[in-house]
């Protein structure tokens, strides 16, 4: 069955485009994260998937329902924006009751688990709650809505390390329970790639990338050495960052960190490492000019 299916998805705000001829297309349940540099469109994306905002023009399908202004299609869908708007007087049980209103495959005990694993208050009122505690209040619905199509944008904002941990294990055990289609879109990919199977990149007003995550983990390399031997082994077109540092060329390249390349590396002399995910993603969405000073 297929979940998603976006075709040529343009959308813009007045005249600017966010995003343009957007094609992505998913057929099972994962965990998939979605990652863009600031201002790339992630929220934008998720609100037009949640039928929070029409496209200008191309096919949005979840679940083979067009979302914009369909209940039909919301009651599978469930997205939680970064500051979920809650009422002002609403406490913790407040929220799950309404959220169990709008959701049919609500899991009252999960919630009920969710909110002590996370020690939320349940009586305080929501608007006195910490940036951190407010997110987690907005996980709790993520996950406890068990919707088909679960969107979480920066689930982790404001969470603290031993949070994020935990926060981390309880979707985990959330998935394996009840496999469904979750996003989650965070700035920390460290952290979302122990636990995503495939990532979309989001550049250039489109999906760069949607790739399983080890593609990630396998791809960049940093090589230090002398220009013409390094040039032996990457083509300009590869290289996506590049310095001189003490006579010698530091270049990033867009290429497979494997055994043959730390071969030729050894052979040429060249100094090689794995580029970190972090700093190959701030790279390819990067424009060519920035990276090569
Ligand atoms: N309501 C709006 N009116 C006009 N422009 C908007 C509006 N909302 C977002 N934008 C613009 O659309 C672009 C994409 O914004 P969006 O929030 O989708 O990015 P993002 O990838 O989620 O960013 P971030 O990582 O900073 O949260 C930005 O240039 C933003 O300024």
């Known amino acids: 069955m297929t979940i998603i299916d976006i075709q040529d998805m343009s959308f813009k705000y007045k005249d600017e485009y966010v995003l343009q001829d957007l094609t992505l297309q998913e057929e099972k349940p994962m965990i998939i994260g979605l990652w863009g540099r600031n201002g790339s469109g992630k929220t934008t994306l998720m609100k037009l998937m949640s039928g929070q905002e029409r496209q200008n023009s191309g096919q949005i399908s979840i679940l083979n329902l067009n979302p914009y202004n369909n209940a039909a299609a919301t009651k599978q869908i469930t997205y939680l924006r970064e500051n979920h708007f809650f009422g002002k007087t609403w406490n913790v049980n407040d929220a799950m009751k309404f959220a ?3 959701n049919d495959n609500w899991n009252q005990e999960e919630a009920d688990y969710l909110i002590d694993l996370f020690e939320l208050p349940r009586k305080k009122k929501i608007k006195t709650f910490s940036k951190g505690m407010h997110s987690m209040v907005q ?3 993520g996950l406890a809505s068990h919707a088909p199509v679960t969107m979480l944008d920066e689930p982790t904002n404001g969470l603290d390390a031993y949070m994020r941990k935990i926060f981390m294990k309880a979707l985990r055990d959330s998935f394996e ?3 469904r289609y979750i996003m989650i879109s965070s700035h920390h ?3 979302i790639e122990k636990i995503c199977e495939k990532l979309i990149v989001i550049s250039g007003h489109q999906v760069k990338l949607h790739e399983p995550i080890e593609y990630f983990q396998s791809r960049g390399a940093i090589l230090v ?5 390094i040039q032996q082994i990457v ?8 310095s001189i540092i003490m006579n010698q060329h530091k270049v990033m390249a867009d290429i497979p960190f494997d055994d043959r390349l730390i071969e030729q590396c050894r052979d040429l002399k060249i ?3 794995k580029a970190s995910i972090q700093d190959y993603l701030v790279n390819i969405t990067m424009t060519k000019e920035a990276n090569h000073g």
Not at 225 to 229: A, F, I, R
Not at 235 to 240: L, N, R, Y
Request: net charge negative; glycine share 8%.
């Open 100 to 102: 169990s209103m709008f």
């Open 139 to 141: 996980s709790v619905i």
């Open 177 to 179: 329970e009840d496999p």
């Open 189 to 191: 990919i460290k952290e």
């Open 225 to 229: 050495g002398k220009l013409e031997n």
């Open 235 to 242: 083509s300009g077109d590869d290289i996506i960052e590049e």
């Open 271 to 273: 100094k090689v490492d």
